[in-house]
């Protein structure tokens, strides 16, 4: 008896304070995952490692485990005993009952215990694999390492109309032709926004038009600090305006009003590529109404930055997929063989229309010593592979770097519902409303908040939305998305790691 006592006592200590390891072990995981969360939104893409991808792949893991455990231990418990026995047979299905919720507790107990060590093996793993001073941030001194200028693309396909509107939009405004205009050009990384950009500015119609233009590639995310972009972005704009001025160590205030002085009797143009909100709600006020039909261009991959900066007489102007032919002309672009097309209609459907895309496919397809009809559909058997890893040529590096940073900008169930888009058919409709119920359904949206599940599904299809990684196909009345798609380029790269993960096996019915 007194080892039986042993063994309860065992027992109770290890399901007593159950409450409270649950509790502890999902605070521990909400404080690392906000704090992986302010290190990836501090960090440009060219410093994110692939430790801190890989990291955040582990947490997301982890954060399920914990949920699926929680979930079944609560199962398990809410389970009720029904039966029409009799009295003393119901009475020892009871005790049976009660002892199996004993049991369960006990293997529950064990499973957090064990989900805890896990948590902080690998939390140690990645102090042990990350430098102290990785990711350190910008120098104050120094503007030389911000994030690389966007390259417009070499063989621009598809222009002719894009510039023709933008060129028309620099003169109309609506009853207003001498307010400033700020036109955003909203797209997916690699849609061509920087080409089209680039396009209307060299235009001969453009440089006839305006007394000072000046190009800008914005940070990017390449540093934290806001008004390290600030002074990048107004400095580089009034070298452009006014050559003679070095001003290199002047600080932001009077970069602007110099800024100003230099712009208020002149009618400008300034492009900014690649415009992040923080940035440019610090900018736009050097940049004033002088009422001389000033126009400011911006390009951004999200909406709601440039809904936010073309707001009142401004224009969004967003970029639209190239079609079948115009596709064709820039992966087979110098590749006379007809072989080449044979099974690439697959191919150029996951491309999605992305001029990036085709151009990255255009260039593995010249790359090969031996060209033949098998090429395409070999290279779409493997494209997934080759927009996650690294290959010899690495031919996909520029659009593996749009991809991971629209895949780095998202995290904890946003992430998730990113990933979950992977077990749909690519290029297939969906219907809004299919994709939200299955979110909620498979435990994707949860709030530690007082907001409902339906709100945080709702606002992670916005995010994906907002980043055309969602593309609305049917709307209503009210703006609101019908059916969609998941961009096919952007699938692509998620499918590999759908194919890893825990919700692989899940059968879409539509």
Do not use: W
């Given at each position: 008896m007194g080892r039986l006592f042993l063994?309860?006592?065992k027992e109770y200590n290890k399901n007593k304070g159950l409450a409270q390891e649950i509790e502890s072990i999902q605070q521990d995981l909400r404080m690392i995952a906000a704090a992986m969360d302010d290190k990836l939104s501090s960090l440009g893409p060219n410093d994110r490692t692939a430790v801190a991808r890989l990291y955040n792949e582990q947490m997301l893991d982890l954060a399920h485990d914990i949920e699926d455990s929680v979930d079944r231990?609560?199962?398990?418990?809410g389970c009720k005993?029904?039966?029409?026995a009799g009295r003393a047979a119901s009475m020892l299905l009871r005790v049976a009952?009660?002892?199996?919720?004993v049991q369960s507790r006990s293997s529950f107990a064990d499973e957090i215990h064990k989900l805890k060590i896990r948590l902080k093996e690998a939390c140690q793993?990645?102090?042990?694999?990350?430098?102290?001073?990785?990711?350190?941030?910008?120098?104050?001194?120094?503007?030389?390492?911000?994030?690389?200028?966007?390259?417009?693309?070499s063989r621009p396909v598809g222009l002719g109309k894009p510039v023709e509107e933008l060129l028309s939009l620099l003169d109309e405004v609506g009853g207003e032709p001498e307010q400033l205009r700020v036109i955003s050009i909203v797209g997916f990384g690699g849609s061509g926004k920087t080409t089209l950009a680039r396009a209307v500015y060299d235009n001969t119609q453009t440089m006839a038009k305006f007394d000072s233009r000046a190009w800008v590639a914005a940070a990017g995310g390449g540093t934290p600090e806001t008004?390290?972009?600030?002074r990048w972005i107004l400095r580089d704009v009034l070298q452009q305006v006014r050559p003679k001025d070095t001003m290199v160590d002047v600080d932001n205030q009077h970069l602007e009003a110099s800024l100003k002085e230099c712009l208020k009797d002149n009618r400008y143009l300034i492009v900014i590529d690649g415009i992040r909100m923080d940035e440019w709600s610090t900018v736009n006020l050097a940049f004033e109404n002088n009422n001389r039909s000033s126009r400011i261009i911006l390009t951004t991959t999200m909406h709601s930055v440039a809904n936010r900066c073309s707001h009142g007489n401004g224009y969004v102007y967003p970029m639209n997929s190239l079609g079948e032919q115009e596709s064709k002309q820039i992966a087979f672009l110098g590749i006379r063989s007809p072989e080449f097309e044979q099974g690439s209609a697959a191919l150029l459907g996951k491309c999605d229309g992305l001029p990036?895309?085709?151009?990255?496919?255009?260039?593995?397809?010249k790359s090969s010593s031996e060209p033949t009809g098998e090429l395409c559909p070999n290279l779409c058997r493997t494209l997934g592979s080759h927009l996650k890893e690294k290959h010899d040529p690495d031919i996909f590096s520029d659009l593996r770097n749009v991809l991971l940073d629209n895949y780095d900008s998202l995290s904890g169930y946003a992430l998730t519902c990113l990933l979950y888009l992977g077990i749909f058919p690519s290029n297939r409709p969906i219907k809004r409303k299919v994709v939200i119920r299955r979110w909620l359904a498979e435990g994707y949206a949860r709030s530690g908040s007082l907001r409902s599940e339906e709100d945080i599904a709702d606002d992670n299809f916005k995010k994906l939305t907002d980043r055309n990684i969602i593309q609305p196909i049917d709307t209503r009345?009210?703006?609101?998305?019908k059916t969609c798609k998941a961009h096919g380029i952007m699938h692509e790269f998620v499918t590999p790691q759908v194919s890893r993960s825990f919700f692989y096996n899940a059968k879409v019915l539509m």
């Open positions: 063994v309860m006592e231990f609560v199962h398990r418990l005993h029904h039966g029409s009952h009660e002892l199996k919720k793993r990645v102090i042990d694999a990350v430098p102290v001073a990785c990711g350190g941030g910008q120098p104050n001194g120094s503007l030389s390492t911000a994030a690389p200028p966007r390259v417009a693309c008004s390290f972009g600030m990036l895309a085709l151009v990255n496919v255009s260039d593995y397809l009345n009210n703006s609101q998305v």
